[in-house]
């Protein structure tokens, strides 16, 4: 009887062990990245997401165009999430649905003038940044007349990015 009490006890502490040590830090992921610690360039914790990180870049390309800030829009970061949400359960980038979000982005936010980014499978803020400004339908949408913007980047089950990100005036 006393073996089989010990067998318990090791079996209990082993899984004990096991489970406390666990490389969840308790933070919740971001609802729009999926990233649940934020690295910067050197590895070390960054306070700075992806879409944060998109849209430091995408103004700062802007600024050297001589064009003002985008500004960030919950409406719109909501209805990035959605769409990027949608292209992972498709399991391709698209832009269907384009005409409904910017019938929401009229009626929340009064837009006037809608455009849309999307991209996937970059591992970065900086490579998917980079290639919608070295393509000319995206870079134009980045340097259009528009002063607001949603950006959603979310992986998918196999840990690639899925980008999204609207623009709208």
Request: aromatic residues 10%; proline residues 0%.
């Given at each position: 009887?006393?073996?089989?009490s010990?067998?318990?006890l090791f079996v209990f502490i082993i899984l004990s062990i096991a489970i406390s040590c666990s490389d969840d830090d308790g933070t919740p992921p971001d609802e729009n990245t999926g990233v649940e610690n934020p690295t910067g360039v050197d590895g070390t914790p960054s306070n700075t997401s992806i879409t944060e990180e998109i849209l430091r870049l995408v103004n700062e390309y802007r600024a050297t165009k001589g064009l003002s800030a985008l500004t960030s829009n919950q409406t719109a970061d909501e209805l990035a999430a959605d769409h990027t949400r949608y292209m992972i359960s498709q399991g391709q980038i698209n832009h269907d649905n384009f005409d409904a979000r910017g019938d929401v982005l009229n009626?929340?936010?009064n837009a006037r003038g809608m455009a849309e980014n999307v991209a996937n499978f970059y591992p970065d803020a900086k490579s998917v940044v980079d290639a919608w400004i070295s393509s000319d339908g995206h870079r134009k949408n980045i340097e259009g007349n528009y002063t607001h913007t949603g950006i959603a980047a979310i992986k998918d089950e196999s840990g690639k990015y899925y980008y999204t990100q609207l623009f709208y005036r």
């Open positions: 009887m006393k073996i089989s010990i067998k318990y009626e929340k936010e």
